[in-house]
């Protein structure tokens, strides 16, 4: 075991917790991620939080000492990471009665009662976990899932995201994106099922997909969401992008097909100012990203400026110098938090073109 630190607590791993084969997962890396969720937890402020697959009880431990709320339960299958789980909060000396340690499965345990917040964070697909979440949310639950089987869901292994989560994925200029709307997708059956939906808060791709949204109850409200659920044409030859399905692009190629896929919006501008906030109270490094998100526009699908510059044969300006381009011509257009060569606009690729040229 060593002894390590993250936000305000310290904690106890294994020494070969970043692998599967590890009795006790554990990936720092995976740190920045856990702080914009106490960042976001300190917005919503949840009272009774699960976390059914809580390894380390990393998580959990920082929700406890750095948000607060009134009970959690941490839950793993793994005797040894329950055992752990019980070391690290003795060790930040939080009291007994703020937490519940189980040993079940997860997906039986889902079934019991409904929490204020439900944190997903399986190693690789969330999926077998999803088909319970209806039953352990409540309207205005916050939801949390994560997903590490990143190729699948951004377009490089095409055969297992319709496998896994029933969507049509090819490869593409702007797999983050991508990845997270199928993920939100996937999050949305499984909710409707129960006449819930789930209204994005925060998403976030990397190596990993992360989505984090409220839950409301109602079928109309559901019924709404399922309609924004839609196909996407996308052109391999000259980039074009459209929603719904379309046979012929206007450069002449066919169309390549996506879907159907969540084209409603990834976040919610007004909470992520708010988590922006509590990101600089608490001292966490790298805002950058969540400033982007803030001011970034909710059109899908970005574009990336070096795809396209390849396709012209030319090398990429600068990207203040194109949105500057878009905006005087009357588009809307801003970066994304995807993608470092990425932007969102409202003009189309042949518009995008004349002003790259």
């Given at each position: 075991?060593?002894?390590t630190s993250?936000?305000?607590?310290e904690?106890?791993?294994?020494?070969?917790?970043?692998?599967?084969?590890s009795?006790v997962?554990?990936n720092p890396?995976m740190?920045?991620?856990r702080?914009?969720?106490i960042?976001?937890l300190k917005?919503a402020?949840?009272?009774?939080?699960?976390?059914p697959?809580a390894?380390?009880?990393?998580?959990?431990?920082?929700?406890l000492?750095e948000?607060?709320?009134e009970k959690i339960?941490?839950n793993?299958?793994?005797?040894?990471?329950?055992k752990?789980m019980k070391k690290?909060?003795m060790l930040?000396?939080?009291?007994?009665k703020?937490y519940e340690?189980r040993n079940?499965?997860?997906?039986?345990?889902m079934?019991?009662?409904?929490?204020d917040?439900v944190?997903?964070?399986p190693?690789?697909?969330?999926?077998?976990f999803?088909?319970?979440?209806?039953?352990?949310?409540?309207?205005?639950?916050l939801l949390g899932v994560?997903?590490?089987?990143s190729?699948?869901?951004?377009?490089?292994f095409?055969?297992?995201?319709m496998r896994?989560y029933?969507?049509?994925?090819?490869?593409?200029d702007f797999?983050k994106?991508?990845g997270?709307r199928?993920l939100i997708?996937t999050?949305?059956?499984h909710?409707?099922a129960?006449?819930?939906?789930?209204i994005p808060l925060y998403?976030?791709g990397?190596?990993?997909?992360?989505?984090?949204?409220r839950i409301?109850?109602g079928?109309?409200k559901?019924?709404q969401?399922l309609?924004?659920?839609?196909?996407?044409?996308?052109?391999?030859k000259?980039l074009n992008?459209?929603i719904?399905f379309r046979e012929?692009?206007?450069?002449?190629?066919?169309?390549s097909?996506?879907g159907p896929v969540?084209?409603?919006?990834?976040?919610?501008?007004d909470f992520?100012?708010?988590?922006?906030?509590?990101?600089?109270?608490?001292?966490f490094?790298?805002?950058?990203e969540?400033?982007?998100t803030?001011?970034?526009l909710?059109?899908?699908f970005?574009?990336?400026?070096h795809?396209i510059?390849r396709?012209l044969r030319k090398s990429p300006?600068?990207?203040?110098?194109i949105?500057e381009?878009?905006k005087?011509?009357?588009?809307?257009?801003s970066r994304?938090?995807?993608?470092?060569n990425?932007f969102?606009?409202d003009?189309?690729?042949?518009?995008?073109k004349k002003l790259?040229?």
């Amino acid at each position: 075991m060593k002894k390590t630190s993250e936000g305000l607590i310290e904690f106890f791993v294994p020494e070969d917790s970043l692998t599967k084969k590890s009795n006790v997962f554990y990936n720092p890396v995976m740190e920045y991620q856990r702080d914009l969720t106490i960042s976001c937890l300190k917005v919503a402020k949840p009272s009774e939080v699960l976390l059914p697959l809580a390894a380390s009880g990393v998580r959990g431990a920082r929700i406890l000492k750095e948000v607060g709320c009134e009970k959690i339960v941490l839950n793993d299958a793994n005797p040894s990471a329950c055992k752990l789980m019980k070391k690290n909060l003795m060790l930040n000396k939080i009291p007994p009665k703020s937490y519940e340690i189980r040993n079940e499965d997860a997906r039986k345990l889902m079934l019991e009662n409904r929490y204020d917040y439900v944190d997903i964070d399986p190693f690789g697909s969330p999926i077998d976990f999803l088909r319970n979440i209806g039953f352990c949310v409540k309207d205005s639950s916050l939801l949390g899932v994560t997903a590490t089987d990143s190729g699948a869901l951004a377009g490089k292994f095409a055969n297992a995201c319709m496998r896994r989560y029933g969507v049509r994925t090819l490869t593409n200029d702007f797999p983050k994106e991508l990845g997270v709307r199928v993920l939100i997708t996937t999050v949305l059956r499984h909710l409707s099922a129960n006449d819930m939906t789930f209204i994005p808060l925060y998403s976030h791709g990397n190596h990993y997909f992360r989505v984090m949204g409220r839950i409301e109850r109602g079928a109309t409200k559901t019924d709404q969401n399922l309609d924004k659920i839609e196909m996407i044409s996308y052109c391999h030859k000259c980039l074009n992008r459209v929603i719904g399905f379309r046979e012929k692009c206007k450069c002449g190629s066919r169309f390549s097909h996506i879907g159907p896929v969540w084209t409603g919006p990834t976040k919610d501008a007004d909470f992520v100012k708010k988590a922006l906030q509590e990101f600089f109270n608490s001292g966490f490094r790298n805002p950058k990203e969540l400033q982007m998100t803030v001011e970034e526009l909710d059109i899908p699908f970005y574009y990336d400026l070096h795809s396209i510059c390849r396709r012209l044969r030319k090398s990429p300006p600068k990207m203040d110098k194109i949105l500057e381009a878009l905006k005087g011509e009357g588009y809307r257009a801003s970066r994304t938090r995807f993608c470092l060569n990425g932007f969102r606009t409202d003009a189309g690729i042949k518009t995008i073109k004349k002003l790259v040229k």
